[in-house]
């Protein structure tokens, strides 16, 4: 039996409805496991008694994502987590710690001093819990549509009535609006974007079988603002939750457990992570998919990004270090961490730490060039900033820093546009294939800096202007009467895999069949003109083409094969005349050359029954 069940069957029958177990003074933490007890198993029908249900929050509102601007973290009393980890997010952050009376309020404050905690950054909220999973029932924040931060509170996933009722304690010691979502799930068990879409697994669903999954949908995008994504297992057992097995680092950007070939779960989180990287992100590209790698035991995935700092679990074997790595390559600019703890492969930081955002913050949203295909024109930067400490903007400011080559970069000041908070700067414009990097800086009467992407210039969003598509192939054709036509452009695209050919302008014989121009030249010789055009996403090429059918044997063009284009060929090789059209016609021996061979060929042709003429 491992360890964890062990330890939870001997104290389960020391348990009785609301008792907090073992939370004591010593800050040893009250060992009610993650998942479900067989004790609670059978109190599945308490799940949800004395939630209050509300209307959705004022539209339109926005679910805040795990990386940007925090103001805290939320833990609970005893503690999950190393008075070490707290110690550090004291640094920077304001530490709320939940405690059930006074008495534990003083022994965490204690063991907070001793620890090198720091007390100014630290508060506490007396109210009795059930366990040590701030993630899983604790408050969801968003902003609502009166730009005021607010939490949304969801039945939590276990018949723990102290813990359910954590988001209303909050939001009345803080002054928050609550808005209470009717629908039993769990923090660790969704991830959002902070751009309007978010992530669960399938036991979302499963844990409300009184709604269809559209109805769970809707009361997603209802209250939380956030389109929905529901995912498959990744196991048969354990508790399902995606801070499991996934993770958000940025709006493009999710991290992926990974794990021995030999595990059970291999191709499963393979699956996962090759239908994540199908998807498109809320800046319109695919998902960039990063693994970590996870052997048994270990729960890399179950980090918690508060500010510029990633708080990472760590077990201290060998693979930790690879981990860090993984989390510094893909976050360039944060300062990575590892703490240890009682860590488990479901449940480490992430589901003991709940951030709260920054009520006040300066908030940068863009939506990132990727690839432009002008250049002539300057590139636009759009830009919305809202300023939710109402503390006013600093104009001068507002800035985009851009560079190609140079280690320097240059700036353009943002404009306000008619409307609000929206801003915009152009980048000039640039040569065909140069790579352009950016950020945008922004600053606020409160003190407060913001960049995006949040972390700035070591993150900056890159674009590239577009070499366009090049059409190789020559601008004019020629074919004898009756020949079959194909023909399809030859052409490069130095920056791309794939282009779009288009036809216009061509005549009712020939036909576009797939990329060719498909059909039979006519019986008689003519020219027609038409164009075509090669596209990449960004840009294109086009080419007029020239398209001449004629009969061979018949340089003056007249459509017929008699002395007169014997004559015409006398003149033009011996007497400067005019050339044949084209010259290919009078070349009717096929020598690849024009010559008295050629006018001795179509006499003999013409009066002696020779043969035809052949211009291949």
Known sequence: ?????????????????????????????????????????????????????????????????????????IIRWPLGISIELIAEMSEDLMVTTLVASTSYMNSAISAYTAGGVNMANTQFIIASTNSIWTRDYGPWFIFDGNNEMAIVDHIYNRPRPLDDQIPWTIGTEWGMSVYGMDLITAGGNHMSDGLGMSMSTRLVYDENPGKTHAQIDSIMLAYLGNDYTVLEYIESGGIHHIDCWAKFLNPTTILIKDVPEGDYNHAWLDARAELLSQQISAWGQPYTIVRVYCPYGTAYTNSIILGNKVFVPIFNNAYDTT????????????????????????????????????????????????????????YRIDVKIIDYSNQGLISDSLKVFYRTKSPTFSTAMLNPTANPDSFYAFIPAQRPGTVVSYYIQAADNSGRVETHPFIGAPLAHQFRVNMPPNILSGDSLLYQINENIRYCPEFEDIDDTSGTIEYTGYPGWLNVVGDSLIGNAPASPTAVDFTVKVSDQYSFDEQLISLMVYLCGDPNADSNCNLLDVTYMINYIYKSGPEPMPVSTADVNSSGDVNILDITYLINYIYKSGAEPNCN
Not at 41 to 57: A, V
Not at 334 to 352: K, N, P, Q
Request: charged content about 25%; hydrophobic content about 40%.
């Open 323 to 378: 981990a860090l790595k993984t989390y510094e390559n893909a976050m360039p600019g944060y300062e990575v961490m590892g703490f240890t703890g009682s860590w488990l492969d479901d449940d480490a930081i992430h589901c003991r730490a709940m951030g709260v955002p920054d009520r006040e913050m300066l908030y940068v949203d863009h939506v990132p060039l990727y690839v432009v295909g002008d250049t002539i024109n300057d």
């Open 1 to 73: 039996m491992p360890q964890k069940y062990f330890i939870l069957m001997l104290v389960i029958g020391l348990m009785t409805f609301g008792f907090n177990g073992f939370a004591n003074d010593s800050g040893e933490e009250e060992f009610l496991p993650i998942e479900l007890t067989p004790e609670e198993m059978l109190r599945l029908d308490e799940i949800g008694k004395g939630f209050i249900r509300t209307s959705p929050p004022p539209s339109p509102m926005r679910s805040c994502a795990e990386w940007e601007p925090s103001e805290g973290v």
